[in-house]
């Protein structure tokens, strides 16, 4: 078979067409893996990656791992991570309910950092006037 090589140029699938029938070799389907956070996440680990480095986590999924890096892919790119770095970079995926904690979290840090709160009872009159202290039911 031979290799056409302005279809390659332009169809990012033709590779893996040309590798599966001239030498039989299929690109593996990914598993994708359950990680609570402990050690490196294995290859096809669903994860959450600080993409930008800021605290902004997106979805990742963890495509290699080896002894001194990571490659994941996020939001349609991949990056390297340096394993010595995982820990820092990598978490797992949140649930809806660690979601809306974090969201609190940070409302009412916000609210606590400003000039007006000055004493325990600014900062519970602010929290409630901002919804974070009333009953569920209300």
């Known amino acids: ?4 090589v302005e279809r390659m140029k332009v169809d990012p699938d033709y590779w ?5 029938s001239s030498w ?27 993409w930008t ?7 990742a999924v963890v495509n290699f791992v080896g002894s001194n890096i ?3 892919e996020c939001e349609g790119e991949e ?14 995926i949140r649930t809806q309910a660690q979601t809306e904690r ?7 840090t916000e609210i606590l950092n400003q000039d007006h709160v000055l004493t325990e009872r600014d900062a519970a009159e602010a929290l409630y ?10």
């Open 129 to 138: 006037d901002a919804g974070m202290l009333r009953g569920a039911g209300e």
């Open 1 to 4: 078979m031979s290799i056409d």
């Open 53 to 59: 480095e800021s605290g902004r986590y997106a979805p």
């Open 24 to 50: 039989g070799i299929k690109k593996p389907e990914l598993e994708f893996v359950e990680w609570n956070g402990a050690g490196l996440p294995p290859v096809g680990t669903e994860c959450e990656l600080d």
């Open 102 to 108: 974090e969201e609190l979290i940070s409302a009412a």
């Open 79 to 92: 990056r390297v991570v340096y394993v010595e770095d995982a820990n820092e970079q990598l978490r797992p």
């Open 16 to 20: 893996q067409e040309v590798t599966e």
């Open 70 to 72: 990571m490659v994941v």
